[in-house]
């Protein structure tokens, strides 16, 4: 069921269910798209925080892809495989503010078992939608290719990354408080009077 203000059932991905669903990560995100949209109409502040991120990951996006191409095809040791990853509470609230799909289930998994969105040909979240932990990662190949790219190359990159990093954080204290200030009342909606 969807409001006035906002999606109370998030949209999971993928819908064709290659990635099976987890029932209690359903029910959590299903809590927080209600809670979400009951302050919908005062969360304008953090939407627009999370409209810039979104931005800015779209440009982020082709420039770590690049890099990948250079350090990936031949890594001896994937960081899919090898890092433990997952899905913040962050990652949550900027893909319910934007109403982007949510992925069907956590990105935890256990000590060296792949993660659950691994595929033969690399990540099966598309590349907004995946954990923010994984989409800022610069391994130190990576940091190699960048440092022979000369310091403004790797200034520029990593500039977004942090810009991204303070607007997330910016993004979850203006949620934080606009759901824990206590809502206003309108006469009308005040108990009527029994006497
Ligand atoms: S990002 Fe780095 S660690 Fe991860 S697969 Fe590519 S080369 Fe390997
Ligand atoms: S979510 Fe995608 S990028 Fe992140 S660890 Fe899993 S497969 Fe790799």
Redesign the pocket.
Known sequence: MNSLYGKTTPSLWPENGVVPLTPQWQESNCALARLLAIHRRALGKAIAVAVEIRRDIDELTPLMAALCRRTCRFCPE????S?T?W?DFRDLLFLHLLEEPI?PCQ?TSGPDD??????HH????PPRI??W???Q?VCPAQRAVLKKRGRPAAASLLGKIERIEKNRVRMEAEVTRRVTRPMRTSPSSSPASSG
């Open positions: 994937p960081c899919c495989i890092n990853v899905i992925p990105a792949p993660c659950p969105f691994l595929s690399g990540c099966r979240l995946r954990p932990m994984c989409i990662y």
